[in-house]
């Protein structure tokens, strides 16, 4: 399990480094405002796909950087599973994966990098990393300098799933994948994890990850405007496909063959969650959202 | 419970990794310096023999001296930036720090990679590629490991100290300064020390500098030696003008004082002065490993 509490982080007053831990005097000295990320609070439990959805520069990759022990909180502690990520202790690290939104390539072959990187990895499984880069569309044998920058994420995403790690931080993994990846993106992550892993994805591309996702947390600066289930969020909004008009829509869009509109649940009928309206109707209706989620 | 600071399997395991991704990376570098620097010399040198004097005639040892220098400087120079370089890119470096081996464990294998197995590697193919030459040209003379032994063994014999002051020459008969210098040149730590002061400041600037590394790496080491300059050059000036003085009306005094001075632990003081360096550089080495964020 994940705890993270009150968790603060900020670029500006370490030179954009990142690496100066504020002394105590000083990180209450530091206004509001100059932090990216500020009294985050929140569990992230076992057996969870989570989306980690936000505008640019809401502090998505560098929660999961936080998370993954690249970074070292200013505010706030993390905990997993009794660990300190930032301490980066090898028994820590063997059981998560970060994979980043850049890709570069190894000066090898994609089956010689996943051989030599991954036994670090106690439950890494070459066959498993062999069979998703077949699901992937990509050849193992092939040199990493001569891939596409889509098939380098292939190759990457295929040695994160393949190493079977309890904790999986995923930052932007579809960006760059043509249309049948994404798909088999979305085939791979869920058959391809552990039941009791926590996966953490943060994504702009949020019909890229719809139907895995759940449950869902939009950040907003400094804050977190929503987090909770697709089942928790079907039953407090209700998503309008219908063309008939709706005048207490909080959030109302054409889309193409017809209109969606979000709107309360007063009726407790159920509905197919649209990632995209909700992220608009919560960026539309801040506080509203937060208080009908908190309550 | 799993030991996080050090453990053996593991760190057989990262350094075996550490060594397959160094070799994937400079692994033919390496073989270009140490093959291809002494074959162009052989090559080039016999060559501008042959148009010139019209006889064929090979390097001789201090032209094969000089480009082994060169050679060797190179690959301490580009072997870091090539190997762990990319630790300050974002993709790579995120990986590297989230790799499950211990930080001390990545450091080791970082310096025994940068300052051992790397150098030791070159140096064996750059003399064998030296001795081979030498064995098909005997126009060669003798080979680099074969003229270094007879050089150590000529410095052991040496009985004379001369030195230039100004105008004049002073040679010291039997001198004991000269007799010291050389028991302790011949102590092999002088080298480690002098080796690893070249090394470890390009292995600092490869993880330091996020680009243009080399060339910030040669600036900080002579803005470093500017700075000590000026600090010790009153010192030094004070010395010189002494023994230039005392050079004219008292030449015995020179000798007492090479031989009970500072001059005869000269080399003690470049030992101790380089460690203290070296102690300041592995330091500042563990720190970057310690804090890399990204």
């Known amino acids: ?27 209450h000295m530091l206004p509001a405002e100059k932090y990216v990320l500020r009294n985050i609070t929140m569990d992230l439990e076992e057996g969870r796909i989570y989306g980690l959805l936000g505008e640019n520069g809401v502090g998505k990759t560098t929660m999961l950087t936080l998370l993954c022990g690249l970074k070292k909180p200013q505010l706030g502690s993390i905990n997993i599973d009794g660990h300190d990520p930032y301490k980066r202790e090898p028994s820590f690290l063997s059981d998560q994966y970060y994979l980043s939104d850049e890709v570069a390539p190894m ?6 990098y996943a051989r030599n990187y991954g036994k670090f990895w106690e439950r890494f499984d070459i066959e498993k990393f062999t069979e998703i880069m077949q699901v992937l569309e990509t050849d193992p044998e092939q040199k990493m300098t001569k891939m596409s920058f889509g098939q380098l994420k ?18 932007e993994p579809t960006n760059g994948l043509d249309i049948p990846s994404k798909a088999q993106f979305r085939k791979a992550v869920t058959k391809y994890t552990r039941e009791d892993s926590v996966i953490l994805i943060s994504t702009h591309q949020v019909r890229d990850l719809e139907n895995i996702i759940d449950p869902i947390i ?27 008009k709706a005048d207490d829509a909080l959030y109302s869009e054409m889309i193409p063959g017809g209109s969606i509109k979000v709107c309360l649940n007063q009726s407790g009928e159920e509905s197919k969650v649209n990632l995209e309206a909700l992220f608009n109707t919560v960026h539309q209706n801040k506080e509203l959202i937060k208080g009908i989620f908190n309550k | 419970m799993k030991n996080d600071i050090f453990n053996f399997r593991r760190f057989r395991k990262y350094f075996s990794t550490d060594f397959r991704t160094c070799w994937a990376n400079y692994g033919l570098s390496l073989l270009t310096i140490a093959i291809l620097f002494p074959v162009t010399t052989y090559i080039v040198i016999t060559a501008f023999n042959l148009f010139t004097t019209h006889t064929w005639d090979g390097p001789d040892m201090g032209i094969r001296v000089f480009v082994f220098i060169v050679a060797m400087i190179c690959m301490v120079v580009t072997m870091p930036v090539k190997c762990y370089g990319k630790l300050t890119e974002k993709h790579y470096g995120a990986f590297w720090i989230t790799l499950p081996a211990s930080k001390l464990e ?14 030791i590697s070159g140096f064996l193919i750059y003399v064998g590629t030296d001795a081979i030459i030498c064995a098909l040209d ?17 410095m052991s014999d040496l009985r004379e100290f001369t ?12 001198a004991a300064v000269a007799q010291d210098l050389i ?14 002061g070249i090394t470890l400041p390009f292995l600092l600037g490869a993880i330091f500098f996020k680009n243009g590394k080399s060339v910030k790496t040669f600036i900080s080491i002579f803005a470093f030696g500017m700075a000590t300059s000026a600090m010790m050059s009153p010192f030094m000036a004070n010395w010189a003008s002494e023994i230039v003085s005392k050079a004219n009306s008292d030449p015995q005094a020179v000798v007492e004082l090479f031989s009970h001075g500072i001059f005869k632990h000269l080399v003690l003081v470049d030992i101790i002065s380089d460690t203290i360096v070296n102690l300041a550089l592995l330091l500042g080495i563990w720190f970057r490993i310690k804090t890399l964020k990204h």
Not at chain 1, 155 to 168: E, G, N, P, R, V
């Open chain 1, 1 to 27: 399990m994940i705890q993270i509490k009150e968790l603060g982080f900020t670029y500006g007053e370490t030179g954009g480094l990142g690496s100066i831990s504020l002394s105590k005097e000083k990180k």
């Open chain 1, 107 to 112: 000066n090898m072959k994609a089956i010689d």
């Open chain 1, 154 to 171: 292939k190759t990457y995403i295929s040695f994160a799933l393949a190493c079977s790690t309890k904790y999986l931080f995923m930052d």
């Open chain 1, 218 to 244: 939009i950040l907003d600066r400094q804050d977190i405007l929503l987090n909770a289930t697709v089942e928790e969020i079907a039953e407090k909004l209700y998503f309008d496909y219908s063309n008939e």
């Open chain 2, 106 to 119: 990545k450091f080791i294998s970082m310096l025994l990679m940068t300052c051992i197995i790397v150098p």
């Open chain 2, 138 to 154: 005997h126009t060669c003379g003798r080979n680099l490991v074969a003229g270094g032994i007879d050089l150590l063994r000529n």
């Open chain 2, 163 to 174: 030195m230039n002051l100004g105008d004049e020459q002073l040679t010291i008969e039997n």
């Open chain 2, 183 to 196: 028991r302790q040149v011949s102590n092999p730590w002088i080298y480690v020390d002098d080796f690893f």
